[in-house]
Structures are given as structure tokens and as C-alpha cells.
């Protein structure tokens, strides 16, 4: 029986209107603030699609584009406004920055309560700790984590191998699969055998950005594979001249697995629905306190 | 062949000497200010081999004992004023602390730069991110990398398990075996099958608080197993009437082990020097900048 396969459109389509249902009962628009540092063609791609996310669900966005060669104090002074700005309630700064604006500072300077990508320290540490909570969870992992859940797979448990340990990605879902209690197993580019660990998993959740790498063999029949590799292979077939792959071979994979989630169309459009749920989240806190 | 025993007092005292030495070459004496809410004597204990410590290696302590219901708000103020204090370069809060006291917000109040046990969530987040440092690591955990560096152990590549994953070692402890290339796996109570994960490890830390759970049987032959368990067992050959063992079957694991850490004299004497270490670090810092 092939694997069945998690419809991560769906599901994120189910949430965008659930968060425009929250939206509705606020006497206010949530507001998202956005800074995009230079020209990069990708980046300005995502932040548009989350600004027509936020506008059809009823979420203002405050675009601030700041010019390549932006010096850090002032990429910082911008960031300390929007977390002075009672408008905006998450502040997302779109990575990569440009070489003199350091990473750790930029991030490290956004308001806890507005750290909507959940990428600061703070949140981060209280991810990892138990009986800590963070105001909120990095977009990626928590969305890999609702497909589980509303695709009814038990975590508890579960014995979950995840492939990569990013900042942004395998790090933050090894620490959100172990707070719900599956034995976790962190791989990287140092694990010798990532075939043998992998075979292991009732989860895996494949997130090293490299084309189709997991294999059939690796699979054990009947895990559950979640994909969040975005990754472009050429294909003449295709108009664009490329096409999108995950980090799974999925075809050769559902012959095994039981549930996968395909690419596109699985983990992708889940990222932007978070990053919604958690403005609102960030909005109605305010509404409450 | 029986397992070389990892001799974590004899690790300590060389640890300690290198302490001391650092502390001479500097023009003034690091300070360590401890704060102990209540009265309960295994606390006292800890702070007391902690303060003998600190002289031993010319460093001085400001000891700060609060009454059980001493309110959060003065706990808080003293940390504030220890954080102002050029004298103290390193601040210890005792744990457990009385339930009016949130320890979230106690451990909180700390300056990272003096956080010398390392359980300050910024601290932690920096732990678990690639490419970021914390300004201290919690000593414990620090201890074990500290054992398995000084006795020659290779850590990348290998396969670590960690049993248990609380906030002040298992999880720290994880998170560092990680940063040191490791391909690591996290249990706990919520795995079903402890012993055939423990089994495919090639090192093995254990800080589950359960008398010699760890059995023969769980081994890999030839693998390193750090022990951070403390637990008392009645022994009626004692004087005292228990006698402390850790969390590994010591005595049987040892003859399918390479290396083993014994309880007492292992992982134990390496927390205060970790401690020492931090310490005279933070203080190092301030003479720097
Ligand atoms: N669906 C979505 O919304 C999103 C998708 N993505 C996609 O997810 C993928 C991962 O992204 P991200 O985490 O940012 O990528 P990074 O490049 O930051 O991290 C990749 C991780 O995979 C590990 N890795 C890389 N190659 C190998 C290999 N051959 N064998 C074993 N481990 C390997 C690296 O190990 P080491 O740490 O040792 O270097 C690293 O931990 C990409 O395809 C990206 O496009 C990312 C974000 C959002
Ligand atoms: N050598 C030293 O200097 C130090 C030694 N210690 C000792 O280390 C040990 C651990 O301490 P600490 O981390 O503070 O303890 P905690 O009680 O805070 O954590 C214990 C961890 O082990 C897990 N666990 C407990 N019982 C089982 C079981 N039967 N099966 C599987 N997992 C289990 C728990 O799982 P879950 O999370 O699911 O509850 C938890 O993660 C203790 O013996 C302590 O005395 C501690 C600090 C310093």
C-alpha cells in the first residue's frame, strides 16, 4: 500500500482560515513588520508572499526595504522603533543579511514578544528547556510539528531521526519532537552512517537541502517522512527549465512509508501559515495583558 | 580486558592547579557570590565544598544565605546588586530554590556574563545554536566533555546516547556532545526501549537519578560511559548506613566497557572545578575588555 500523503496545502489553507476567524473577533489588525536588507530576488519573493498572506487574512504588514550597504546601527535602530510600535506585533527580519550586518546581533535585538520567526536566544533556550515555553516557536519546525499532529501521528513515544541541525530548521524541530517526547536523534553533515540512523525512525524529518538523498533502504516500512527540502533540479521538461524536489526521494519512498509529505505542497506553505498563527497569537496577547 | 577507569578526581585537581595558576597571573582575585534561600543541609553541603573550593584556588566568595520565605522581589534585588558588583565575577543561585520563588525568573535576573553555572536561557539558546557561543557552559555538562577530551576520546563522528534530559545536564550535556559533531540521541522516561538504544552507542551518558539502571547487557562493547548519577543505597557495611552509587551497573558494565567513570570520583569532582573554571574566566574577561 503506498504511503499516504500529507496534504500540507490543505492543512495550511485550514489554518489561514483559522486565523482569519481570530483576526475577525480583534477590534484591531494584528500588524506584521517586515525589513528586507539589499536586492536579493529570493528574499524579496518570500517577504511578498507573506505580506498577500497577512492581507488575506486580515493582518496589516509594515514593509521596510533598507538598501544593501545598510550599516547594522541602523538596521538596529529600525528594529528597536518597530518594537516601540504599538501597531506591530511580530517583527520578521528576512535572512540572509549582508556581511556587516552581524546575525546574532540583528536577531538578538527584536522584543522577545515580537520574535514572530522565533529565532532569538531567549526563545530558542526556552525551547530547549524543560517547563520553559517561548513567546514563540520557530515557523518551519512548529509547521512540521502541526502536520503531525493534525495528521494524527502519535509523537510520544516515537522514535524520530532528524537529518540536519540548522538554526532555523533541524535544530528547533529536534527540540520541539523531544519536548513532545519522542527519543530524538540529531544527524549531520559528521554522522557516518545517516542510512543506518535513518532506518531506525518512525519519523524523519529530512532537512539537509540536498536533492532526493534519502532513499528507499533507508526507510523503515511504515514511518511516518516529513520533508522540508526545497531544493531546484533541471528539468527540460518543465517551462522554468527546473523543477522543486525535497530531500527525499518521495516516489521510490512511498512504497515504503507510511505518510510523506510531497514538495511541493507539504512543509512549504505551512512556514508562511505559522508565521500567521503567531502574529495573532502576538496580537491577542497584547488584546489580554 | 576491564574498562580503563576515567579518574575524574585526579582530572579535577589538574583542572584546579590550572585554575590557580590562572588566578595568579591575574592582579586581583575572581569573585564567586552565592546565594542558598532556606536551610536545607545537602544545599549547604554544596555551597560549602563550592566556598572551600574558591580559597583553595585564590579566588573569594560572598555568600549570601536568604531565609526559606524570603520574597522573589529580594532574591531578585540581591542578584542586581551582585551584578553590579566589580568584586564578583560569577553568580551561583543554590537550586532548588522555595516554591515562591520562580526559578525561571530567578535564574533570569543573572548578567550572562556572571551566569557561571550557564543555566540562563540566553546561555542555553547560544548553546543549542551552530555558530554561537554562550558566555558559560553549565558545569556539569562541561565537566563530561572536559573528561572525555582529557582521556583522549574522539567525539565526532561517534554515536553519543544521553539518558535523561533535564535542564541542568542531560539536555546541556546533549546539546554540547551535538556542537562537538556527535551524532547524538536524547531518552528519557518517555522511551520505550532504553536498553537497545543504549546499546548502539559508542558513548553513553547517563543522569537519570536511578541506582545502577544501566545494565551489562545495555553495552556496546568498548564504549565510554560517562556516569552522572548520585544515588544512596542503604549499606548496612557503612558507617553511615548507605553508600553512593551511580547510574550505571559500574561493577558488570566495566567488563565490556573501554573506558567508565566511577561514582564517586568521576563526574562529582569535575562540577566545582568547571565552576572554578568559569570563574576565573568571567574574571579574565573583565581584565581584558
Ligand atoms: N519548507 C520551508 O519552508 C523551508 C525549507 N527549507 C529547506 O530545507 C533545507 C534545509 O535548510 P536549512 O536547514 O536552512 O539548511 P542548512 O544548510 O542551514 O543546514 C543543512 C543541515 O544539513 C546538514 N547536511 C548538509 N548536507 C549533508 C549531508 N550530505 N549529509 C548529512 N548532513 C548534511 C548540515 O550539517 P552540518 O551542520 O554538519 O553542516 C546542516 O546541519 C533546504 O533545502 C532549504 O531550502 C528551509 C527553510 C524553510
Ligand atoms: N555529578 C554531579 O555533579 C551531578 C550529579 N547529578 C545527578 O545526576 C542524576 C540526574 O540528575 P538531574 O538531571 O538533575 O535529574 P532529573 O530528575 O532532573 O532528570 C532525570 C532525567 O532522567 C529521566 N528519567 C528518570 N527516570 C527515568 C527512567 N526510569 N527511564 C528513563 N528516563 C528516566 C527523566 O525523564 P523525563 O524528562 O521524561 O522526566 C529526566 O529527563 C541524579 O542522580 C543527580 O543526583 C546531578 C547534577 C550534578
Given at each position: 500500500m503506498p504511503a499516504e500523503i500529507i496534504d500540507g496545502k490543505r492543512i495550511a489553507a485550514e489554518i489561514r482560515a483559522e486565523v482569519a476567524n481570530r483576526v475577525s473577533r480583534?477590534?484591531?489588525?494584528?500588524?506584521?513588520?517586515?525589513?528586507?536588507?539589499?536586492n536579493r530576488t529570493d528574499s524579496a519573493t518570500y517577504v511578498r508572499m507573506k505580506h498577500k498572506a497577512c492581507e488575506e487574512c486580515g493582518l496589516v504588514s509594515f514593509h521596510h526595504p533598507l538598501p544593501e550597504d545598510v550599516e547594522?546601527?541602523?538596521?538596529?535602530?529600525?528594529?528597536?522603533?518597530?518594537?516601540?510600535?504599538?501597531?506591530?506585533h511580530g517583527i520578521?527580519?528576512?535572512?540572509?543579511?549582508?556581511?556587516?550586518?552581524?546575525?546574532e546581533q540583528v536577531l538578538g535585538a527584536v522584543d522577545i514578544n515580537k520574535d514572530v520567526d522565533g529565532f532569538h536566544p531567549v526563545n530558542i533556550g526556552r525551547l530547549a528547556m524543560k517547563n520553559r515555553e517561548p513567546m514563540h516557536v520557530p515557523c518551519t519546525p512548529k509547521g512540521c510539528i502541526e502536520l503531525?499532529?493534525?495528521?494524527?501521528?502519535?509523537?510520544?513515544?516515537?522514535?524520530?531521526?532528524?537529518?540536519?541541525?540548522?538554526?532555523?530548521?533541524?535544530?528547533?524541530?529536534?527540540?520541539?519532537?523531544?519536548?513532545n517526547n519522542a527519543t530524538v536523534t540529531i544527524c549531520h553533515s559528521g554522522t557516518p552512517d545517516m542510512a543506518a540512523q535513518t532506518k531506525k525512525a518512525d519519523i524523519v524529518v529530512a532537512a539537509i537541502g540536498s536533492a532526493a538523498m534519502v532513499k528507499k533502504d533507508w526507510i523503515k516500512p511504515g514511518a511516518v517522512l516529513i520533508d522540508v527540502g526545497i531544493n531546484s533540479v533541471p528539468d527540460e521538461t518543465s517551462k522554468r527549465g527546473y523543477r522543486l524536489v525535497g530531500d527525499i526521494d518521495t516516489k521510490a519512498c512511498e512504497e515504503v512509508a507510511g505518510m510523506i509529505?510531497?514538495?511541493?505542497?507539504?512543509?512549504?506553505?505551512m512556514t508562511i501559515a505559522m508565521l500567521l498563527q503567531n502574529c495573532v497569537t502576538a496580537a491577542e496577547r497584547t488584546v489580554e495583558s
Open positions: 480583534l477590534n484591531m489588525s494584528p500588524g506584521l513588520g517586515t525589513i528586507i536588507v539589499g547594522q546601527k541602523t538596521v538596529i535602530e529600525l528594529i528597536q522603533k518597530l518594537n516601540a510600535d504599538e501597531r506591530v520578521l527580519v528576512q535572512l540572509p543579511l549582508p556581511k556587516q550586518c552581524n546575525e503531525l499532529k493534525r495528521s494524527n501521528v502519535q509523537i510520544h513515544g516515537k522514535e524520530a531521526v532528524i537529518l540536519g541541525r540548522s538554526n532555523i530548521v533541524g535544530l528547533p524541530i529536534s527540540l520541539l519532537l523531544l519536548k509529505t510531497p514538495v511541493p505542497g507539504g512543509v512549504g506553505p
